[in-house]
């Protein structure tokens, strides 16, 4: 039993712990709050700006507070799958993750992401209720492209998204990156090897005007088709400024028959057919159809009248192949990359504002909203508000796919999924405690004399926690924590291996 | 509610939780896939090699407790075998990362709970409550595992998404098996697989290699080196596998394999402390797996920390 000097203790700068009174932990002094920017069922996205001198110094940042987790039930799953494969994950398309922080008082978990200002939401919006014009076939296209090339880089890594809606794509606003596309959020993933799971039990109703037949038809397993589903969707979005299939939601639980949004889809496409579809019987909706969508009659299909695209135009052909019935059929990132389309003129670039030809105007797009009235603690209200975007900074549902796709009927498959982790990670800084002997002890006690149990953890407690240092190489013996007033000890490690 | 308590399920009636049907069903193999699996994993163990984690006598006891409370909870709560295996190589990699002082049993003891639910909140649906995944000799408060769930995760940056031997098997079968697999291989080999994570530090060897040796070992017991390379050697995957580290856990299997033939059959419990009662541990076994309840069973195979036990069913918070 070795026992460390205080000069083993505390001296890194993680150890802030906010229980007296209204100071800021430490991991939020290092941000200037701006205000509140999105709001979901996860939790709340706030933007900041970084303090700390140095090349960051006023980077803007998406601060993503998770909803504290049902009492009892620890870390929200939702929280750590989104946190495992944003750490696995690196590509210029994708949104990128810089920080995860832990509020010490009560757990409570805050993403720091690199902060997007736009997103094809607000874009669209912006076209259709303020200028009145189609966004320019450079912006849609270079939009487009970037999109295909981080999914394709997810899909390589067996990672579907399972959400994307024009909310989940974010652009980046002036600066190193302006005009980059950036998919967002992974509320959802979920981890290799994981159980495939019917859409409900995630409990987070997702608009279906993305969701791709099968799904709607009852398929039980995504592929990553679904994924190319709801780009085709969102690329005749850009092109037409209205959502493709804006069907009326069923609510219900669990996983209600989305009879209205398939009727749109049909309208459209026509009726899918076994010839063209050849799995599609195996589809529980479909052969339980129960509210005879077999025998409904749709007109003759027209989607190029409903995007104003001729069908001899490569965007046309492309639009189609992405919203293509069969899953198996659908074009797959990777092919749409290489489509005709992104081969002819204007072609795609990295920065999706600024057109290739000077003579075209550029578009100014309003900045995210901010409500300045709200802290990190949802209460403090100082400045009259703005409103609130419905545009999530970084929402939205990602899905890692347990297996390499096997077709919506394919068979129950779990094999882990591949995403490699080549980034050398974020720096990390977040905090952690576990309790100290004496805080089990008191609870045991508590428990054998009165049977039930009180705070495990007193103010006092915790303001005395120190950490021990972590393993060194080559150390094998066991160390303790420093006893601090004679009698207690605690065993509250701290982490700290910052990389930045 | 009831807490499972301190019992003992020997790893073959675990294999019964499982279909085998369901493994069966996964066998469209397909190399590229096999291969991503086996780069992503080498990424992972050229780090782990550094850090070769040497556990004291007082640690090795406590893992092997922590093996077993994982083996029996997700026995009883019918959890994949993934989940188990999870567990246990995020246990080895929270202790080749930080050290537990020998004093401090509830402390292992909560990382053998955090490091459950977290496998349980990655692989199970629905997930477990916190209170259903209790059952050793001391009952954590639901902030406590919490806290200890965060430190487990920042420890291992959050890099949860390890690479199971449960994944390869289908491969692995399919190949090493020219036609047809014999029947029963998979509950065997299963078995080699959770015999031998109570051997060995998850982070010194490749999920490929202890999956590739279980199979191997599950066919043909005595091949020699020079063998076990040509069977390698055969398959498409080949080179990506480590051969020594395939042999090092094929010895290991032999070996245990050979010890349950030579030795009295109450040693392979779970629990190999002395005190086991060999007709109960059998009876719990059976009735895991006619019914799968819960279970109360006495302690007397714990042969330590007595004082603390928790009697009392009240949920902590």
């Known amino acids: 039993m070795s026992n460390?000097?205080?000069?083993?203790?505390?001296?890194?700068?993680?150890?802030?712990?906010?229980?007296?009174?209204?100071?800021?932990p430490e991991w939020l002094q290092q941000y200037d709050l701006i205000g509140k920017i999105g709001e979901g069922t996860y939790g709340v996205v706030f933007l900041a700006r970084i303090k700390s001198p140095g090349s960051n110094r006023g980077k803007s940042i998406a601060i993503k507070k998770f909803k504290q987790s049902k009492d009892g039930d620890g870390v929200s799953p939702t929280a750590i799958r989104e946190i495992m494969l944003l750490r696995e994950i690196s590509h210029e398309?994708?949104?990128?993750?810089?920080?995860?922080?832990?509020?010490?008082?009560?757990?409570?978990?805050?993403?720091?992401?690199?902060y997007a200002e736009h997103d094809l939401y607000e874009i669209i919006r912006h076209h259709r209720d303020k200028v009145n014009q189609p966004i320019n076939q450079y912006t849609v296209k270079s939009l487009l492209w970037q999109l295909l090339n981080g999914l394709n880089y997810l899909h390589s890594n067996w990672i579907i998204h399972r959400d994307l809606k024009p909310s989940n794509i974010l652009v980046m606003g002036e600066g190193e990156e302006q005009g980059v596309v950036k998919i967002g959020d992974f509320g959802l993933a979920r981890i290799y090897q994981a159980p495939l799971k019917p859409l409900c039990d995630n409990g987070v109703v997702v608009t279906i005007w993305y969701r791709a037949p099968e799904l709607l038809l009852g398929a039980k397993h995504y592929t990553s088709a679904v994924d190319m589903w709801a780009v085709g969707c969102i690329f005749a979005e850009l092109l037409t400024l209205k959502p493709l299939f804006q069907g009326a939601e069923v609510k219900a639980t669990p996983n209600p028959f989305q009879l209205d949004q398939l009727d749109k889809i049909f309208k459209v496409l026509g009726h899918p057919t076994q010839e063209k579809w050849p799995?599609?019987?195996?589809?529980?909706?479909?052969?339980?159809?129960?509210q005879n969508i077999?025998?409904?009659?749709?007109?003759?299909?027209?989607?190029?009248?409903?995007v104003h695209l001729s069908p001899k135009t490569p965007a046309y052909d492309l639009l189609s192949k992405m919203l293509e019935y069969d899953p198996r059929k659908r074009i797959t990132a990777a092919q749409a990359l290489e489509h005709e389309y992104f081969k002819t003129e204007p072609l795609p670039g990295r920065n999706a504002f600024v057109p290739s030809r000077p003579e075209e105007k550029v578009v100014n797009y309003p900045t995210r909203p901010v409500d300045t009235t709200t802290d990190f603690e949802g209460t403090t209200s100082i400045q009259p508000s703005q409103p609130v975007s419905s545009g999530n900074a970084v929402s939205g549902n990602m899905h890692v796919v347990p297996n390499r796709a096997t077709g919506a009927t394919?068979?129950?498959?779990?094999?882990?999924s591949t995403a490699t982790a080549e980034e050398k990670g974020p720096p990390w800084n977040g905090n952690a405690w576990i309790p100290s002997t004496a805080e089990v002890k008191t609870v045991l006690r508590s428990q054998l004399v009165a049977g039930t149990l009180k705070s495990y953890i007193s103010r006092e407690d915790s303001d005395k926690r120190r950490e021990i240092p972590r393993k060194r190489e080559g150390e094998n013996r066991l160390s303790i924590a420093p006893i601090i007033d004679g009698s207690i000890m605690h065993w509250i490690p701290l982490i700290s291996n910052n990389e930045a | 509610m009831e807490n499972p308590s301190d019992s003992s399920v020997s790893p073959s009636s675990l294999l019964c939780q499982e279909s085998e049907t369901r493994l069966d069903e996964d066998l469209d193999d397909d190399d590229e896939y096999i291969q991503v699996l086996l780069k992503r994993e080498t990424g992972a163990v050229s780090v782990r090699n550094s850090v070769c984690l040497v556990l004291q006598d007082w640690a090795k006891n406590a893992r092997l407790d922590a093996v077993d409370f994982i083996l029996n909870t997700t026995a009883l709560l019918g959890f994949r075998f993934q989940t188990a295996y999870l567990s246990l190589s995020y246990f080895d990699g929270f202790l080749s990362e930080r050290i537990i002082d020998s004093e401090k049993s509830w402390a292992v003891q909560l990382l053998s709970v955090a490091c459950l639910s977290l496998a349980a909140k990655l692989e199970e649906c629905p997930v477990p409550i916190l209170s259903e995944l209790q059952g050793g000799e001391y009952n954590f408060n639901s902030k406590i595992?919490?806290?200890?769930e965060l430190l487990v995760l920042n420890t291992l940056q959050w890099k949860l998404a390890s690479v199971t031997p449960f994944a390869y098997l289908p491969h692995f079968i399919n190949k090493f098996c020219n036609q047809s697999s014999p029947g029963g291989i998979i509950s065997r080999i299963r078995e080699h697989i959770l015999a031998v994570v109570r051997e060995v530090n998850l982070m010194n060897h490749r999920p490929s290699a202890i999956a590739s040796a279980a199979v191997l070992v599950a066919l043909d017991q005595r091949l020699t080196r020079k063998a076990m390379e040509l069977k390698i050697n055969a398959i498409p995957a080949s080179r990506f596998l480590d051969t020594e580290d395939v042999f090092t856990c094929y010895n290991i299997m032999q070996r245990l394999e050979f010890d349950k033939i030579?030795?009295?059959?109450?040693?392979?419990?779970?629990?190999?402390?002395?005190?086991t009662d060999v007709l109960q541990d059998h009876s719990v076994a059976s009735s895991v797996r006619s019914k799968r309840k819960r279970l109360t069973f006495n302690d007397s195979d714990q042969n330590h920390c007595l004082s603390e036990k928790k009697n009392h069913n009240s949920s902590i918070d």
Request: charged share 10%.
């Open chain 2, 145 to 148: 595992i919490q806290r200890m």
């Open chain 1, 279 to 290: 799995t599609l019987v195996n589809l529980p909706h479909w052969q339980s159809d129960l």
């Open chain 1, 93 to 114: 398309n994708v949104v990128k993750l810089v920080n995860v922080h832990i509020n010490h008082n009560d757990m409570s978990l805050y993403l720091a992401f690199d």
């Open chain 1, 294 to 306: 077999q025998g409904h009659k749709y007109d003759n299909p027209g989607l190029y009248s409903v």
């Open chain 1, 4 to 24: 460390r000097g205080p000069g083993m203790i505390g001296g890194s700068h993680g150890s802030g712990n906010s229980n007296s009174g209204g100071n800021k």
């Open chain 1, 410 to 416: 394919g068979c129950y498959c779990s094999g882990p």
């Open chain 2, 262 to 275: 030579m030795l009295p059959k109450f040693l392979l419990s779970p629990d190999l402390s002395p005190g």
